[in-house]
């Protein structure tokens, strides 16, 4: 009876262990594919922000290869039915077209326009830095629609956090705002 029981646990923990050798590529695959993505449509050669079906990924990494499938695109509902050859360039380098890291990348070792304080590494968690338009405005960079970043950042400038609430505060009430020009301290 012992044996027998020691066996069955054995089958059970055995089918287990395949069980999550096989969910560890499903698991990766969801990982890798969720997030907003920017990739250029083969159609328009524009910029588009697509959603892959990472759950969809997932299963088939699961069964045997991850299958992938837009879930959203800036360009739907009216190119809805387009052949989704933009998941190319996600197969390729799924990392590299993150819109974080597009971003992340792009603030790396760049100064705030207005403080000159160095940009460090962006984290999830952190305030969102801004952007400094030709119009003096700022705006913070998740304010924009994801496929607008590359061409705001070829005509805005970095700003950090607290140059941005700044700004903001000083453009909604200039009227409680007051400049002070900076003394020069006096040699004695």
Request: aromatic letters at 10%; one cysteine or more.
């Amino acid at each position: 009876m012992t044996g027998t029981i020691l066996f069955v646990l054995g089958v059970l923990a055995l089918a287990m262990g395949l069980f999550v050798f096989r969910a560890i590529p499903g698991v990766r695959a969801y990982f890798e594919y969720r997030g907003k993505r920017l990739i250029t449509c083969p159609e328009t050669h524009k910029a588009a922000a697509v959603d892959v079906a990472a759950g969809q990924a997932a299963v088939g990494a699961f069964l045997s290869e991850p299958i992938l499938r837009l879930k959203q695109c800036s360009r739907w509902p009216e190119r809805q039915d387009c052949g989704q050859e933009c998941l190319k360039q996600i197969e390729v380098d799924p990392e590299n077209c993150l819109v974080w890291n597009i971003v992340s990348h792009w603030y790396q070792r760049k100064k705030c326009a207005l403080c000159q304080k160095p940009f460090g590494e962006l984290r999830h968690l952190d305030h969102a830095p801004g952007l400094l338009g030709p119009d003096h405005k700022t705006v913070e960079w998740r304010e924009l629609r994801p496929e607008q970043l590359p061409e705001v950042f070829a005509t805005h400038s970095p700003v950090c956090w607290n140059c941005h609430v700044t700004e903001t505060f000083r453009r909604m009430y200039p009227e409680l705002v007051t400049v002070r020009e900076p003394e020069l301290k006096r040699l004695r």
